[in-house]
T-cell receptor, first 111, second 115 residues
Framework: TQLLEQSPQFLSIQEGENLTVYCNSSSVFSSLQWYRQEPGEGPVLLVTVVTGGEVKKLKRLTFQFGDARKDSSLHITAAQPGDTGLYLCACRVSNDYKLSFGAGTTVTVRA | NAGVTQTPKFQVLKTGQSMTLQCAQDMNHEYMSWYRQDPGMGLRLIHYSVGAGITDQGEVPNGYNVSRSTTEDFPLRLLSAAPSQTSVYFC??????????????FGPGTRLTVL
């Protein structure tokens, strides 16, 4: 059983459309991170959220941490083909320095 | 800085063979770890190290050994390869501290096939 559940598993949209990816758990986290992984490469950190209710923006990407620090979402506005990739969420539980990853959402943006 | 480097990029083994996946980082990070990535299962932690001479098991350690003789290097050894170990392996490193915002850096991965 994975600590983090990501949905949907796959998402295919047309360029210009919006999309949202979810990361959920029954556990409370001290922090949650979002990574993007392109084919043939390692994951790259996009953002870290720490405070319940926190919202962070990275250009067209908006990240939100749930009030109870058990869930998070990633919203992409006006998606572009360059947004294509595997989006992974990862968490650290209290007093633990190890990162646990969700299974990921594969996003494909068609031109 | 080269960041985190991994060799080889690709490897094919026969069942029962042994090999070592190499990982090195030049950022003076204390914390290093190995993950395997399989379709639909995300990244699963194999082993990790919080400094030279200190290693510990992660979520899926069976069939793998590690050692950490220097801060820079963290090799992963497959003792007797099995088809179930066919996967993509990633090495990662970061500063070992109490901050939950520390960035973890990943290598480019080693794609291993066991026949």
């Amino acid at each position: 059983t994975q600590l983090l559940e990501q949905s949907p598993q796959f998402l295919s949209i047309q360029e210009g459309e919006n999309l949202t990816v979810y990361c959920n758990s029954s556990s409370v986290f001290s922090s949650l991170q979002w990574y993007r992984q392109e084919p043939g490469e390692g994951p790259v950190l996009l953002v870290t959220v720490v405070t319940g209710g926190e919202v962070k923006k990275l250009k067209r990407l908006t990240f939100q941490f749930g009030d109870a620090r058990k869930d998070s979402s990633l919203h992409i506005t006006a998606a572009q083909p360059g947004d294509t990739g595997l989006y992974l969420c990862a968490c650290r539980v209290s007093n633990d320095y190890k990162l646990s990853f969700g299974a990921g959402t594969t996003v494909t943006v068609r031109a | 800085n080269a960041g985190v480097t991994q060799t080889p990029k690709f490897q094919v083994l026969k069942t029962g063979q042994s090999m070592t996946l190499q990982c090195a980082q030049d950022m003076n990070h204390e914390y290093m770890s190995w993950y395997r990535q399989d379709p639909g299962m995300g990244l699963r932690l194999i082993h990790y190290s919080v400094g030279a001479g200190i290693t510990d098991q992660g979520e899926v350690p069976n069939g793998y050994n590690v050692s950490r003789s220097t801060t820079e290097d963290f090799p992963l050894r497959l003792l007797s390869a099995a088809p179930s170990q066919t996967s993509v392996y990633f090495c990662a490193s970061r500063i070992f501290g109490t901050s939950v915002t520390d960035t973890q850096y990943f290598g480019p991965g080693t794609r291993l096939t066991v026949l």
